[in-house]
């Protein structure tokens, strides 16, 4: 079955599906996006996506395409073209095309495209048992990592770096130490004291709709929990590392740079919010590991 994409109002083939050269997508990165999570045929987290994305836009004084109960019906629309049961739909908005010329244009009409392909979050579950490893990398994004834009060459870069290392993850690293987050995902670590520590929600970081979701489960499951910046050195020191996002919902991390975490092997502490988290995701959509 081919794929189909959305493209501002029409459902086409993926090799057929194209914007206008002069998109400022395609030309300045002026745009926003979302994936959200697809499983046993239902969004996760779909509210909480919708909600971001709006935010983005407006942060950007990009117009909205449509409605949040227009896009809520697109997206199915697109889920159900593609018959995906576990997967990954993607949303992205633009300015929309105009004349080349940096400022706003005055009469663009927002680009709008949706595109949606199966995964495999058993694989997730596999990395549980055995963790990941991360790289540290120079934090080289702009300011404005709490808008979701399309603008992720640094993110490329970074996540590039980590292939070539053979981690799953690189972890932007500030001047003075701090992890920010990572290329794609939320960083997090668990204190010797058992306190779960991830960055505050700032201008600085993008706050992950999986990272929103965790710190709930985590408060709810009495666990303590900081939202507070940590270095490189303290997740040396730290009991457990491991990191979150929509497409790599919590996974242990066991090696930083080369370095063990802990004792090497997926943490107690890790396993428990796994556990909770693979509860809340079979309460939304009914999906089992
Ligand atoms: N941080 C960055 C820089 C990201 O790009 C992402 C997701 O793409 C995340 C964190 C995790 O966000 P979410 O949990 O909403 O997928």
């Given at each position: 079955?081919?794929?189909?994409?959305?493209?501002?109002?029409?459902?086409?083939?993926?090799?057929?599906?194209?914007?206008?050269?002069?998109?400022?997508?395609?030309?300045?990165?002026?745009g926003v996006y979302e994936v959200a999570a697809v499983l046993n045929g239902r969004m996760l987290d779909w509210?909480?996506?919708?909600?971001?994305?709006?935010?983005?836009?407006?942060?950007?004084?990009?117009a909205a395409p449509m409605s949040d109960a227009a896009l809520s019906i697109v997206a199915r629309r697109v889920l159900a073209a593609n018959r995906i049961r576990d997967g990954l739909l993607y949303v992205q908005?633009?300015?929309?095309?105009?004349?080349?010329?940096?400022p706003f244009p005055a009469d663009a009409v927002p680009t709008l495209v949706m595109t949606a392909r199966p995964f495999d979050f058993?694989?997730?579950?596999?990395?549980?048992?055995?963790g990941i490893s991360v790289i540290t990398h120079p934090e080289i994004r702009w300011q404005r990592r709490?808008?979701?834009?399309?603008?992720?060459?640094?993110n490329v870069l970074a996540k590039q770096s980590a292939r070539e290392a053979k981690a799953f993850e690189a972890w932007f690293v500030d001047p003075d130490g701090t992890v920010t987050e990572g290329s794609s995902t939320n960083a997090w670590i668990v204190r010797k004291d058992g306190t779960i520590v991830t960055?505050?929600?700032?201008?600085?970081?993008?706050?992950?709709?999986?990272?929103g979701t965790l710190l709930a489960l985590a408060r709810e499951h009495q666990f303590r929990v900081e939202e507070a910046p940590f270095t490189t050195a303290d997740a040396l020191d730290a009991a457990e590392a491991f990191l979150t996002s929509t497409t790599a919902p919590c996974l242990p991390i066991v090696s930083i740079d080369g370095n063990r975490i802990g004792d090497g092997t997926p943490g107690p502490v890790t396993a428990r919010l796994a556990e909770a988290l693979w509860t809340e995701v079979e309460r939304q959509t009914g999906w089992r590991r």
């Open positions: 079955m081919s794929r189909l994409a959305y493209v501002n109002g029409r459902l086409v083939p993926l090799a057929d599906a194209t914007v206008h050269i002069e998109d400022r997508g395609f030309q300045f990165a002026d509210p909480q996506h919708v909600a971001r994305l709006g935010r983005s836009l407006r942060e950007l004084s990009i908005a633009t300015r929309g095309a105009a004349r080349r010329d940096h058993r694989v997730r579950v596999a990395q549980q048992k055995t709490d808008i979701k834009s399309i603008a992720l060459l640094p960055y505050p929600a700032s201008e600085n970081i993008l706050h992950g709709v999986m990272r």
